[in-house]
């Protein structure tokens, strides 16, 4: 053999240790023709190679069957892909005690061949790969899709019990079309809802065990499973399910059995931490085993479970407080309208009698008695001015203010309240400027409401503008609506005190003492006047420099101005008290 022409080589036992080569063989593996005997032939081969020559030995060793192999690359050689034969050599009792290795360069052919069962292979793999990835991207868009559907339903109303009726609908289609849900309750009891199942005879057959079928301490699934396993789901399949003890009651045994219940999948329902129930999904299809998608698809229903309970909950709370904070309101100004009403009719006695004194009807008065009933004529008058703003605030918080709203021009309006307010202004020697007002701009509004509004801004600034002060009075509009400004050069209020001015019964001073008195109702009416109009009021100030109010309604022919509010119309509206705002500063 050692001059033929092919490479030959002989190995000895199940380790394939090289005994032999010949010329070729050494001239094909290695670079200087040398070879070693004693080591395994596959190491003359790469990592790659030698790996898939082994199995290819034993096989022929094993089998006493001629094997061959795909293109092998020897270690030392040149780049050239290597064909290989073995054949297993034979003693008289059938025995292999060595094998018979042929190499010969691979023919272009063959190369191409080999080349193009790689690339087959390689497709076939990438084809598979790519068709698992769009199975999985289809089983996830389809479960995404699912508990999206699942989520719209179960939010679809924010009451509670529509929620857990919505729950009750809750399946996980590959196992089953129905589930269990159970609820904690208060007190600590435990409640399974009534079971639902789309079927009609199954449904029948579940009405039948409805209120016997409860859950208990102990059982291996449902609530008191939740309540043990907490976060965990509960899986029961297979034997285990084959050995649950469900009920000693035969009408459920029986049931159950006719609906063929095979598994059960039991996932918490998490509030806050806490568990608040459990949601058992039925699996009725025998020998199915219930998977770990299955077992998450679980959960995230139950955790949307979790959330539309809560939210319904917080809902149902919202309500609940909605109506006291009515309530408490309506006995608020049902008390005010009252109170007023009662103080009314002392308050004037007392104005009847005072005019009857200081007509001196009874006799002849001093004057310095005359004094004294004109500080009781100023305190009655001062205590009615308030009583008036009390039943201003109750009809307006029980919605019985009714607005004619009509076209306003705006110069009309703050010269109309900056005359009303004369007496005042020349009291304290301050200017009222409303020169500047355009004649054109028209608003919509209550006139009378409006001038009530602007004269309690005026009044406001002329009570903190010191003597010889400034007040100007302004107007501008835009497509949609008007602003009346009141500005003055008062004592101003402070950043953080400009939201507390609007709040009803608030008086906030602004560094100087204060040299009056009220209940601070003003601007909480006015505001509240002014929104009930489609306006606001708002304010802006500087301390030490003025304050600047704007009064803003909406404009006269502007596009999405309500068409019931034109001349002459009758707005009556609801007046929250919690709305009304006041500013004392």
């Not at 996980?172 to 849900?181: D, E, F, H, K, N």
């Not at 049902?334 to 009662?342: C, I, K, N, Q, R």
């Not at 100007?472 to 009141?486: C, G, I, Q």
Request: aromatic share 4%.
């Amino acid at each position: 053999m050692e001059h033929l022409p092919s490479a030959f080589a002989v190995t000895r036992g199940v380790e394939h240790t090289l005994v032999y080569a010949n010329v070729a063989f050494r001239r094909l593996i290695t670079l200087d023709s040398k070879l070693d005997a004693g080591a395994s032939i596959a190491s003359l081969f790469s990592s790659d190679d030698g790996r898939a020559l082994i199995p290819l030995l034993d096989r022929a060793f094993r089998t006493r069957v001629i094997s061959r192999n795909r293109s092998l690359q020897a270690m030392g050689a040149p780049a050239q892909p290597l064909r290989c034969t073995v054949w297993p050599d034979v003693n008289a009792e059938g025995e292999t005690e060595q094998l018979l290795i042929e190499l010969r360069p691979a023919t272009l052919a063959e190369t191409n061949g080999a080349l193009q069962r790689q690339v087959a292979e390689q497709l076939l793999l990438s084809a598979l790969r790519e068709h698992d990835a769009a199975a999985a991207a289809h089983t996830s868009w389809r479960r995404a899709m699912f508990l999206a559907a699942e989520s719209l339903r179960l939010s679809d109303s924010l009451d509670e019990s529509a929620t857990l009726a919505a729950m009750q609908r809750l399946s996980i289609p590959s196992l089953g079309a129905w589930s269990i849900v159970d609820l904690l309750k208060e007190d600590g009891s435990m409640l399974r809802l009534a079971i639902i199942h789309p079927d009609t005879p199954e449904q029948e057959m579940l009405e039948d065990i409805d209120g016997c079928w409860i859950p208990k301490v102990g059982d291996s699934f449902g609530l008191p499973a939740a309540l043990r396993s907490r976060d965990d789901a509960v899986v029961i399949e297979g034997a285990a399910f084959a050995n649950l003890r469900m009920s000693s009651d035969p009408r459920i045994i029986d049931a159950l059995h006719k609906l063929g219940v095979t598994s059960f999948l039991t996932v918490p329902v998490i509030i806050e931490g806490q568990v608040k129930g459990a949601i058992t999904f039925v699996g009725d299809e025998d020998g199915v085993h219930i998977s770990t998608d299955e077992i998450a698809l679980a959960r995230d229903l139950a955790n949307q479970s979790a959330i539309a309970l809560e939210r319904a909950r917080l809902h149902g709370e919202a309500l609940a407080l909605k109506k006291r904070a009515e309530s408490a309101s309506e006995a608020k100004s049902t008390f005010l309208s009252m109170m007023s009403h009662e103080l009314r009719t002392p308050l004037s006695a007392i104005a009847g009698y005072v005019d009857l004194l200081m007509l001196e009807l009874r006799g002849p008065i001093a004057p310095e008695q005359r004094r004294d009933l004109g500080r009781i004529r100023a305190n009655q008058r001062y205590l009615t001015g308030l009583i008036d703003e009390l039943l201003t605030l109750s009809a307006a918080g029980s919605g019985r203010v009714v607005y004619q709203l009509s076209d306003l021009r705006a110069a009309d309006l703050l010269s109309a309240s900056c005359a009303m307010l004369e007496p005042l202004l020349r009291e304290k020697s301050l200017t009222c400027d409303d020169s500047a007002v355009d004649p054109s701009i028209v608003a919509i509004g209550d006139r009378e409401k409006v001038l009530q509004i602007l004269v309690n801004l005026i009044s406001n600034s002329i009570k903190f503008t010191s003597q010889g002060g400034h007040i100007w009075l302004d107007a501008d509009a835009d497509e949609e609506s008007v602003k009346l400004r009141v500005f003055d050069s008062g004592i101003g209020i402070a950043v953080d005190k400009l939201d507390a001015i609007f709040e009803p019964f608030i008086q906030v001073t602004s560094g100087a003492a204060r040299t009056d008195v009220g209940l601070g109702l003003g601007l909480a009416i006015s505001r509240d006047l002014a929104r009930a109009m489609r306006g606001e009021l708002s304010v802006e100030s500087k301390v030490g420099v003025g304050s600047t109010f704007t009064l803003t309604l909406p404009r006269a022919g502007a596009a999405s101005t309500d068409s019931t509010h034109g001349a002459g119309s009758e707005l009556s509206t609801d007046v929250h008290v919690d709305s009304l705002v006041h500013r004392e500063p």
